[in-house]
Nanobody, 122 residues
Framework: QVQLVESGGGLVQAGGSLRLSCAASGRTFSSYAIGWFRQAPGKERDFVAAISRSGGFTNYADSVKGRFTISRDNAENTVYLQMNSLKPEDTAVYYC???????????????WGQGTQVTVSA
């Protein structure tokens, strides 16, 4: 089993940057692909980015391509989401999730963190 804890959220002005972290417990962290999802009030949980177990493959939602970068440090059991050029529409609770394969579908991830709030002001 994997436990995930997100951090790094906060309030930032449009155009600013934040780096989210997803820290995992457990010795099998490198066995899991990690995805980031976000959910705005009244909306569904949407895929943001994902990274394979080794970090060799990544995938991004079109809305964040060129602005967000996902990376991982398996020695530190941590995945990062660097978010640049933030927009008000990026405002949401951001969740990281662990699954067996890199995927855009939230239902295919087995473990979830509690989420961290990101608010981008205009």
């Amino acid at each position: 089993q994997v436990q995930l804890v997100e951090s790094g959220g906060g309030l930032v002005q449009a155009g600013g940057s934040l780096r989210l972290s997803c820290a995992a417990s457990g010795r099998t962290f490198s066995s899991y692909a990690i995805g980031w999802f976000r959910q705005a009030p009244g909306k569904e949980r949407d895929f943001v980015a994902a990274i394979s177990r080794s970090g060799g493959f990544t995938n991004y939602a079109d809305s964040v391509k060129g602005r967000f970068t996902i990376s991982r440090d398996n020695a530190e059991n941590t995945v990062y989401l660097q978010m640049n050029s933030l927009k008000p529409e990026d405002t949401a609770v951001y969740y990281c999730a662990a699954g067996r394969t890199i995927n855009t579908l939230s239902g295919l991830y087995d473990y979830w963190g509690q989420g961290t709030q990101v608010t981008v002001s205009a």
